[in-house]
């Protein structure tokens, strides 16, 4: 293998994943492809973990404002998901979630999925509380 530019996977500088997992069989549709939805379940893990740090407990996710699926995902690829959060409200935590894809067959990454999803701070009973300053 060479150590041309695009022969590896360009993953974001600097950053380490908020959740890293393969994509197996089960997640496939009948074509072969990873469900959307199964998409959509790591990028609600991933933003919830940091999530939950900021608000130093338990959240809930609220709403997923805008999801872009930009590539398909393939059974076997190494999927890692970044997480940055983009605003904090008063009891509310918005994350920025970026999914890419390592290729099993090649090892080229690609950027597959972008979504921003809002989570809540919830005390005990499941009720909004205030995201601590700080």
């Known amino acids: ?42 990028v609600d893990i991933a933003g919830s973990i940091d999530a939950m740090r900021i608000a130093r407990g338990r959240v809930a996710t609220v709403a997923v404002k ?13 999927v890692s998901c970044y997480a940055d959060c983009i605003a904090i409200g008063t009891t509310s935590i918005t994350m920025d979630i970026t999914v890419y894809a390592e290729r099993v067959n090649n090892g080229k990454c690609v950027k597959v999925t972008e979504a921003k999803v809002v989570y809540v701070a919830v005390d005990e009973q499941g009720n909004p509380r205030p995201v601590p300053k700080g």
Request: charged share 25%.
């Open 1 to 42: 293998m060479n150590n041309r530019k695009e022969d590896h996977c360009e993953l974001p500088p600097g950053k380490q994943p908020a959740l890293r997992v393969a994509a197996m069989p089960r997640d496939t549709n009948f074509k072969g492809d990873i469900f959307g939805g199964w998409i959509l379940g790591q």
């Open 66 to 78: 805008e999801v872009v699926f930009k590539k398909p995902v393939y059974m076997g690829d190494l």
